[in-house]
């Protein structure tokens, strides 16, 4: 074959190597999704409406990036909407059983998250214990803990002034009042342009795509494969923390039932914005893609009335799908 008929096939390989085709073919998704419940519902396009959708993609799409991190190592974690809910928990017993000032509980959301990241790190680099099992059992740990410390009663945060305005305040609203863009949003690019810097830009980034690509390889090349592996999920469990935040000054509540569906949602958008869930590739942007992906295509459901079982059924189908797209993807790319 010619050079010239070989070029564009490399072209080719190196989009789909890249992820480029993914996030090209998700972002489209997203546009077709968008003018679909457009046509579909006069309702979709109204400024609340796309600011309700901007809220719920500011949780949904923290705890993604905070998988994303995971993901590209090689790893899974399942218990990324039960760690949310724990770290508002303990936020709320900062806050409102013990009355301590508010950065004190933001503080408390973001370490507790960091520890029990650095718990699950330390499961599987350690213990060798698999990601789906350590990170399940750490699931069904935190959700019992939530139950147990807040007494299986919602916290509210009534008695803290200024909590509520972490997610639903809006400091772009203030300087130009015709964006009033809640701070949930604002928190979301800005961990999401954080994210992006450490994986781009750092050490800890480098070595994240590494241990996804040959864990063995980075092992063998005298790098503390462990020591890398439990500071990626610590940082993980950091990011998942600010999602606790985010989601009780939203509500203006810790509930400690919540939590549960939010790691499916969160990994679909992961393999939606063409992560791969074997590692070694993956990137924010196509997670935030994803991400709002999944808050468009739910929030249209709701708005033409479908139930909420179907609802689900519907999420179910686009993780299947995703996964299966993911595993189109690497064997073309193998």
Known sequence: ???????????????????????LL??????????????ASPNFFQTANILAILQATSVNGVLAIAATLVIITGGIDLSVGTLM?????????????????????VLTAIATGAMAGCLSGTLVAKMKIPPFIATLGLMLI?????????????????????????????????IFPAVPVPNGVLILFLVAGAASY???????????????????????SGVNTDRWKIAIYSLSGA????????????LNS??????????????????IGGTSLSGGRGTILGTLIGALIMAVLLN????????????????????????YADTVRRKKTA
């Open 1 to 23: 074959m010619s050079a010239a008929s070989d070029a564009p096939q490399t072209i080719f390989a190196k989009m789909a190597a890249s992820g480029a085709t993914q996030k």
């Open 26 to 39: 998700a972002f489209a998704s997203l546009v077709v999704l968008m003018i679909g419940f457009s046509i």
């Open 85 to 105: 809910t724990f770290c508002a928990v303990m936020t709320g017993v900062v806050l409102t059983y013990l009355g301590l000032p508010l950065p004190l509980g």
């Open 142 to 174: 935190l959700k019992g803990m939530s139950l147990v410390v807040s007494g299986t009663r919602p916290i509210y945060f009534n008695d803290t002034p200024g909590f509520d305005q972490i997610s639903r305040g809006s400091l772009i609203g203030e």
């Open 198 to 220: 450490i994986l781009s830009r750092t050490v800890l980034g480098r070595y994240c795509f590494a241990l996804g690509s040959n864990e063995e390889a980075v092992r063998l």
């Open 239 to 250: 990011i998942v923390g600010i999602g606790g935040l985010i989601i009780a000054s939203r």
């Open 254 to 271: 810790a509930q400690p039932a919540l939590g549960l569906g939010y790691e499916l949602e969160a990994i679909a958008a992961v393999v």
């Open 300 to 323: 249209g459901l709701r708005i033409l009335n479908v139930a909420q079982e179907w609802q689900t059924v519907v999420t179910g189908v686009i993780i299947i799908l995703a996964v």
